[in-house]
Structures are given as C-alpha cells and as structure tokens.
C-alpha cells in the first residue's frame, strides 16, 4: 500500500474521468470518517443548487473510499463495490458540496474485515450525508458495499 494511502485514494479517484471533471479533494479522515469535498459551480442545476447526480456521486464515492481505505489499512487486497443505496433529498444546496461517510450503526469493521479474511468476500453498511451551510442535512444516504478479495 502506498505510504500516504489518503493521496493514493485522491490519485484513483483523479483516474476516472467523470470523477476527476467533478473536481473534488478529500477534506479530511479520522480513521472512522471521511470527507469529501467539491466547488459548485462544477455541480449546479437549473435552479442554481447543487445537482442531485451531483449529490448522490459525491455520498457514494466517499463511502466507497473509507470502505477502501479501511479494506487497505487491513491489508487486505480487495475490490469494493457499490451494492445498494438508499438516498434522501432534503433540502437543496446553494454552497460547495461536502459529503462525509461513515460506518452505520450497528455495524462493524472487525466484523466486516474477519469475514472478508474468511470468506474472500464481505459487506458491510454505510451513512453519508451532505450537510447545508447551517448544519442541517440537504442530502443523506445509506448503502451497502461489498468488498471481495483479488485472487
């Protein structure tokens, strides 16, 4: 794994074409959570907020990297997948869009990443959420991600 495995995650987000146009940077990660963010004007609507393919991209991608982040940190060579995503829009986005992840409740990575070591495969849930300028949620989202081991 490479030695700065949050830069690694922002040079293969940059390798997808229609991720790199999206013009976004990893705003932060504690080791449970994190963070991407992306400028507007790259994402606005015909109403002048944020794009709602905009919004559920941005939620995805940043679950997919902290489940990839994590799988690595494990050392674990897997590729993660998108399974399922349940999306809530709740208030449209007139600011820059900051999406962050995190593991749902009531899951877990030790179990996430042991079945993974047992199994060669694993799923596990996430939360994502963009928040509006006053802390309230514009956009939410719970998915499903699997994660299955490169043989």
Not at 27 to 51: I, M, Q
Not at 54 to 74: E, H, I, K, N, Y
Not at 79 to 92: K, Q, S, W
């Amino acid at each position: 794994m490479d030695k700065d495995p949050l830069r690694a995650l922002e040079a293969h987000y940059q390798s997808m074409p229609p991720v790199a146009a999206m013009q976004l940077r990893i705003a932060g990660y504690d080791g449970e959570r994190l963070s991407l963010h992306a400028p507007l004007p790259v994402h606005v609507n015909d109403k002048g907020c944020a794009f709602g393919g905009s919004l559920v991209s941005l939620l995805t991608l940043a679950a997919w990297g902290l489940v990839t982040l994590r799988v690595q940190q494990a050392g674990l060579d897997a590729d993660v997948f998108v399974a399922d995503t349940e999306v809530r829009y709740l208030a449209p986005l007139f600011a820059d869009l900051e999406a962050d992840a995190s593991l749902a409740e009531g899951e877990s990575w030790e179990a996430f990443l042991t079945t993974l070591r047992e199994r060669g495969r694993a799923r596990t849930t996430l939360a994502s959420r963009v928040p509006l300028p006053d802390g309230r949620v514009a956009t939410e989202a719970r998915a499903r991600y699997v994660a299955i081991l490169r043989r």
